[in-house]
Nanobody
């Protein structure tokens, strides 16, 4: 499985950005992020076909994960962005329909897309 993440960019604090990941398949999908010098951390995940989703406490209420099962695409809508959200964002999938918050439970990863939030 070769995942392709896109949609990153530079945005001012308080702004919004949406990143996408394709293809999503009939499996759970997750978004993770890695800032310079830090470990890759969980951001959000969604089950197949999309009834359950989970969020890291740091993004809850600001980020929304969703999926379009016709377009085989998963989205991460990021609102009220903060400078501490700056990171490379990775999408991932696992051989299961159940969403997970644990990085090591994901089997396939995309190449990442840079999100930079200026203060």
């Amino acid at each position: 499985v070769q995942l392709q993440a896109s949609g990153g960019g530079l945005v001012q604090a308080g702004g919004s950005l949406r990143v996408s990941c394709t293809p999503s398949g009939h499996t759970a999908m997750g978004w993770f992020r890695q800032a310079p010098g830090k470990e890759r951390e969980f951001v959000a995940s969604i089950s197949w076909p999309g009834r359950k989703s989970y969020y890291a406490d740091s993004v809850k209420g600001r980020f929304t994960i969703s999926r379009d099962n016709i377009k085989n695409t998963v989205y991460l809508q990021m609102d009220r962005l903060k400078p501490e959200d700056t990171a490379v964002y990775y999408c991932a999938t696992r051989d299961s329909q159940s969403a997970s918050t644990i990085r090591t439970e994901y089997d396939y990863w995309g190449q990442g897309t840079q999100v930079t939030v200026s203060s």
